[in-house]
């Protein structure tokens, strides 16, 4: 009796031709920006961010998430943050060719790009045997992070939302070697829980928009939140340390870890969830404030 014969796979989709163009437009540039020196691909990519993107059509999404969030800015306030927007967003595109070249640790070694605060409240995690959740934004380069806990030896799983173009995608994968990313989706709970579990590390950015999740205050509106971070928190009694990434000038940063948030324990699930979701968006709102013009202001972050 023969074997019956095996079902073949299904045929992988085809690529669509434009996601070949932009790959293709892709890899050109990041070859060529990586040629460059890491503070002249900077400035170049930030003085062309300032010169096209205020005027894109996505400006106007900008525009109007600051109106809503700070009221009280000026028009000529609200141009010049929008400016500095797209000037951070330039800069960080053409830093990622870069981005392995960039030394935080050992200290002997570290270049001065980036400073670094707040280790010791990662020390004491650790010595505690604790793990934690590392919590940050769309702010300055938020690759800085990632970055300097690979190079300081953490075992961090970093969650990220995968780029659209699946070409793209694995161009921004080879050059976060660095570090572990888990790409949002239906698997990236089960790794999230994999890796809490085996006592490592979770790092993600909580100001990302959502259609769903739960509504929590963000700049005195409610904002659609994941609550996938307090969720975790409370299930595997993890730290959650928020981490700041901010740009001191160029192509040079600070990275400030603060002191754990709390953990409400009141046994209305619930309640504790929104409870730490709303000090996880206040302590970003605070970040924002200070240096709004870091901040990627093009976020569908509140009902229109």
Avoid at 142 to 147: D, V, Y
Avoid at 205 to 225: E, H, S
């Amino acid at each position: 009796m023969t074997d019956a014969p095996s079902t073949p796979d299904p045929p992988a989709e085809p690529i669509p031709w434009r996601y070949r163009v932009e790959g293709w437009i892709a890899a050109a540039g990041i070859r060529i920006i990586g040629l460059l020196p890491l503070d002249w691909a900077s400035a170049l990519g930030g003085a062309l961010a300032r010169m096209i993107g205020p005027r894109l059509g996505t400006s106007k999404r900008a525009r109007l998430n600051l109106r809503t969030a700070l009221p009280e800015l000026s028009d000529a306030e609200i141009e010049t943050i929008v400016r500095g927007m797209w000037d951070n967003l330039g800069r960080v595109v053409f830093e990622y060719p870069h981005l392995s070249r960039i030394t935080i640790y050992p200290s002997e070694l570290n270049d001065g790009r980036v400073e670094v605060l707040g280790v010791e409240h990662i020390e004491k995690a650790r010595a505690e045997g604790r793990t934690f959740i590392l919590v940050a934004g769309h702010l300055a380069n938020w690759e800085i992070s990632p970055l300097a806990s690979a190079q300081y030896g953490l075992d961090v799983a970093f969650i990220y939302r995968a780029a659209n173009n699946p070409l793209v995608d694995a161009m921004i994968a080879e050059l976060r070697q660095h570090a572990t990313f888990i790409p949002k989706g239906a698997v990236a709970s089960r790794q999230a829980f994999a890796t809490l579990r085996r006592g490592a590390h979770l790092g993600l950015l909580a100001d990302q928009k959502l259609n769903d999740g739960i509504a929590v205050p963000f700049f005195g509106r409610d904002a659609m939140t994941a609550p996938a971070l307090a969720l975790l928190a409370m299930r595997f009694d993890c730290d959650v340390l928020p981490a700041r990434v901010e740009r001191l000038g160029g192509a040079r940063f600070r990275l400030t870890v603060h002191p754990a948030l709390p953990i409400p324990k009141t046994g209305d699930r619930d309640a504790d969830v929104l409870t730490l979701m709303t000090e996880v968006n206040r302590t970003l709102e605070s970040w924002i404030r200070e240096r709004p013009d870091q901040w990627f202001w093009l976020h569908r972050r509140w009902p229109d």
